[in-house]
């Protein structure tokens, strides 16, 4: 096909009648196999919600691990902070004191049943990662003592390790903190007694 498309114009006008009649059937089998290919292909999943269809800023979503919950960064408030979207009530949750004026938060993520979020917060010159405990309603600085720069947080499905970049040497690196062991899980009792017996 694509020694026939760099043929010259000049020697495709001079080609016998055949031949020209030869290129137009290729074409077309091309095209009707093309047709046929899109044409059998399965329907895509409808990915935008009605919720989410509207004029504001939504961005750097995060599902919990169950996905009931799904949170993100957006601008419907008046500021840039961090909603959290219940999927099965179809409503915004409330986080009381996670998002404070004159500070941004964002790249949120979650654990597994969306109990906690860390997120990347700014409200003086260095940014901070924090959790949030939505039982306790009260968020929690986690790089206090820390020097450097940080970015993209990550919190594992029981809560209890946090991953982030750190620019603490002067190149970016990973450091995966331990919140310790007692911490309350968000693994449900099920789930986690059929991972501790899984191979």
């Known amino acids: 096909m694509k020694r026939l498309l760099n043929v010259p114009a000049t020697v495709c006008y001079r080609s016998h009648g055949r031949v020209r009649?030869?290129?137009?059937?290729t074409v077309c089998i091309s095209l009707l196999e093309v047709l046929t290919v899109a044409c059998g292909q399965e329907e895509l999943p409808t990915t935008v919600s009605a919720e989410f269809d509207s004029r504001h800023?939504?961005?750097?979503?995060a599902?919990?691990?169950?996905?009931?919950?799904?949170?993100?960064?957006?601008?419907?408030?008046?500021?840039?902070?961090?909603?959290?979207?219940d999927r099965k009530q179809r409503q915004i949750v409330t986080l009381p004191r996670l998002n404070r004026q004159n500070a941004i938060a964002e790249a949120p993520s979650l654990s597994y049943t969306g109990r906690y979020i860390v997120y990347i917060t700014s409200d003086s010159v260095r940014p901070e990662i924090e959790l949030y405990d939505r039982?306790?309603?009260?968020?929690?600085?986690?790089?206090?003592?820390?020097?450097?720069?940080?970015?993209?947080?990550?919190?594992?499905?029981?809560?209890?390790?946090?991953?982030?970049?750190?620019?603490?040497?002067?190149?970016?690196?990973?450091?995966?903190?331990?919140?310790?062991?007692?911490v309350e899980s968000d693994v449900p009792d099920n789930l986690r007694s059929r991972l501790l017996s899984s191979p």
């Open 21 to 25: 009649r030869w290129l137009n059937v």
């Open 57 to 61: 800023s939504d961005e750097q979503p």
């Open 63 to 85: 599902l919990s691990g169950d996905g009931h919950f799904l949170a993100f960064v957006s601008n419907r408030n008046g500021n840039r902070g961090i909603l959290l979207y």
């Open 135 to 182: 039982a306790l309603q009260q968020p929690e600085v986690l790089t206090a003592h820390y020097r450097g720069w940080f970015r993209n947080p990550s919190i594992s499905p029981d809560g209890r390790y946090v991953a982030f970049e750190t620019g603490a040497r002067g190149q970016w690196d990973i450091e995966v903190m331990d919140r310790g062991p007692n």
